[in-house]
């Protein structure tokens, strides 16, 4: 592309006072790895690329479905069933033919995460679970990376610089602020609790303008900050965050230890339940002689009117076992995850002297199943 047509395509940011033709120059001589093609990472991508970066890397293997189009803006309806990866190019290439893409059509892991990450500038993190988020943290303390962090969950999201060079220091990482990954059923996901549609876009786009900021020394960074919005009230806050004592000796001491580190074990709880598909669950509901219990907090969508069942949430699950006086016991929830922790609870309750149960893939999968029928 010629003076001209770049001038033309960036001239908003160039003659943006504070930003100008130095700026502009710094995007696109950058390179940046997106991790996720979701909700936050389609923002991120869109405005990464609208802005002039020269290079952009996805990471995601997953495939475009009907669920994800309410925040997944990127993604139309004939886009359904096909990689991510593929359709995001696809759409961003007509947005900006001078970008270029490096794709990796899978899921990052401790095995493929280092020599990923290792050959680009900034590392943004738009995953949707503890276990990359923990993977990409210690992968960005050990290759000495910035990593741009977004999160988000019903109506609030946040979101953070780790990991950056200021006044030769490193900033806090994400276990600075959060040490330990949290157990299973203690922090509901997207899928479990919902999220209203525009969150990823405001949340991501705010990950984009940290990304561009870091790349062209604009304005102040969230570094050693948390900032958080709740779009039900607008209300925002800023946290300060600092470094931790036992903080560095939770990270692996080396890019070899960190391939080592299961971080899918690490980052839940060990839980051996017995599950129950939902022909299974029709049967017992037909015999009337099993406890059902809905662990979901009152008021969770979908409501089921289907068959007779107790609700008791999880948190609240063992002060109530008094309740569970039947020889079975069958827990649900929406997708199988909480179910599967209330289940262990209970096992360590009672034992051997009931039989317990878990309803794989949850009511959201047992009513499909349903429709089918």
Not at 115 to 129: A, E, H, K
Not at 314 to 323: C, P, R, V
Not at 358 to 372: C, V
């Amino acid at each position: 592309m010629n003076n001209d047509r770049l001038y033309e395509r960036y001239q908003r940011q160039l003659i943006l006072q504070g930003f100008g033709a130095e700026a502009q120059q710094k995007l696109l001589a950058a390179n940046v790895l997106v991790i996720g093609a979701g909700g936050l990472g389609c923002p991120v991508l869109q405005y990464l690329v609208a802005a002039g970066v020269d290079e952009v890397g996805i990471v995601d293997d997953d495939v475009v479905s009907l669920s994800n189009l309410h925040r997944q803006v990127l993604y139309n309806v004939q886009m359904i069933g096909r990689p991510k990866v593929e359709c995001a190019v696809e759409v961003l290439q007509q947005l900006n033919p001078q970008t270029r893409f490096a794709v990796y059509k899978e899921r990052l892991t401790n095995k493929n995460a280092a020599t990923i990450l290792s050959r680009f500038d900034v590392i943004v993190d738009g995953s949707d679970n503890f276990a990359t988020r923990y993977l990409v943290n210690d992968a960005c303390v050990l290759l000495n990376k910035p990593l741009v962090y977004g999160a988000i969950s019903q109506y609030e999201g946040q979101v953070a610089v780790f990991n950056v060079q200021q006044n030769n220091e490193r900033s806090v990482n994400y276990r600075d602020l959060f040490p330990h990954p949290p157990k299973d059923g203690e922090v509901l996901n997207c899928a479990e609790a919902g999220v209203l549609g525009v969150l990823p876009g405001i949340i991501g786009s705010m990950m984009a303008n940290e990304t561009i900021k870091l790349i062209t020394s604009t304005g102040v960074l969230l570094a050693n900050k948390l900032f958080t919005y709740n779009t039900l009230n607008n209300q925002t806050y800023e946290l300060e965050l600092s470094k931790q004592a036992e903080t560095a000796s939770l990270i692996p001491p080396t890019i070899e230890t960190l391939q080592q580190t299961d971080y899918k074990w690490l980052c839940s709880t060990t839980i051996v339940v017995n599950e129950i598909d939902a022909t299974a669950f029709n049967q017992l509901i037909a015999e009337g002689t099993a406890a059902i219990v809905d662990v979901r907090e009152k008021d969770e969508q979908p409501v089921v009117t289907e068959f007779s069942h107790m609700q008791i949430p999880l948190n609240s699950l063992q002060q109530h076992t008094a309740w569970l006086t039947e020889d079975t016991i069958v827990v649900f929830c929406l997708s199988g995850k909480r179910s599967a922790q209330a289940a262990k609870q209970l096992a360590e309750v009672f034992g051997a002297s009931k039989k317990i149960y878990s309803l794989k893939g949850g009511i959201q999968q047992w009513m499909q199943q349903q429709q089918t029928v």
